[in-house]
């Protein structure tokens, strides 16, 4: 399930970094900025501390979705369902992907709200 999680945020990442790049909408740029600037930082805290919890250890394959908007609001629904999963019940661990989660859903109503 960690891999799910690492490859999902860095595809996330990715989309929001192209994003920002091509975009014309300051509000838009400026929020992928803050995302992929901080999403990455968010999930090497959850990935450190999932290790220190249940050892070191994972594979995983990155790729790039396309549209950034999209797969944070995907991201948002995978990390409610499989909270759970993710975090194994350890408290420490389903703050930090609160944090995560908190981070996409702010991200996703700049882009959709702010112009």
């Known amino acids: ?34 995302f992929y600037d901080a999403v990455i930082e968010k999930l090497d805290d959850y990935v450190e501390a999932h290790q220190g919890t249940f050892g070191v250890g994972f ?18 629904i995978w990390l409610n369902e499989n909270r759970s999963a993710i975090a194994h019940g350890v408290p420490a661990l389903e703050n930090i992907l609160d944090e995560l989660t908190k981070l996409h859903m702010t991200t996703l109503y700049k882009l959709e709200n702010l112009k």
């Open 59 to 76: 594979e995983s394959e990155l790729k790039d979705e396309g549209d950034a908007a999209k797969t944070i609001h995907d991201d948002i």
């Open 1 to 34: 399930m960690i891999e799910q999680l690492i490859e999902r945020m860095f595809t996330s990442r990715n989309s929001a970094h192209v994003e920002h790049w091509k975009t014309d909408s300051y509000a838009r740029h400026v929020a992928l900025g803050d």
